[in-house]
């Protein structure tokens, strides 16, 4: 399964624009959608599935304020980064999907879960 991030950047001029990550792959947009279909644009048929992550920007009981504020300083750097800190930031992106996970399990009704 190919996991994708969304991450909410704000530019200087103060609009904000969304970055969708894949691996090494990347886009930008306006929107979440825009940022999606840029970064899928030239992908095949052969992806069966893919997770959309949409970051939080909040830290919260699944996701903790450590986590969060280094995830920020690495995709800040994320051009610059050794294949350590790669390795981190992607173990984040693991810990953020299995957060979404749990709080989207926290939400279901008690009889579907």
Do not use: C
Not at 22 to 41: C, F, H, K, N, R
Not at 82 to 96: P, Q, T, V, Y
């Amino acid at each position: 399964m190919t996991a994708i991030t969304i991450v909410k950047e704000n530019r200087k001029s103060g609009k904000s624009q969304f970055r969708a990550v894949a691996g090494d792959e990347q886009s930008v947009g306006s929107t979440i959608g825009e940022a999606i279909d840029a970064l899928t644009a030239g992908w095949n048929t052969d992806i069966h599935d893919a997770a959309v992550l949409i970051q939080r920007f909040e830290p919260d009981s699944y996701f903790t304020e450590i986590q969060h504020a280094r995830i920020q300083e690495l995709v800040a750097r994320r051009d610059v980064l050794s294949s350590n800190e790669r390795l981190e930031l992607e173990g984040l992106i693991d810990a953020e999907l299995e957060a979404t996970i749990a709080r989207t399990d926290n939400l279901l009704p008690a009889h579907k879960k």
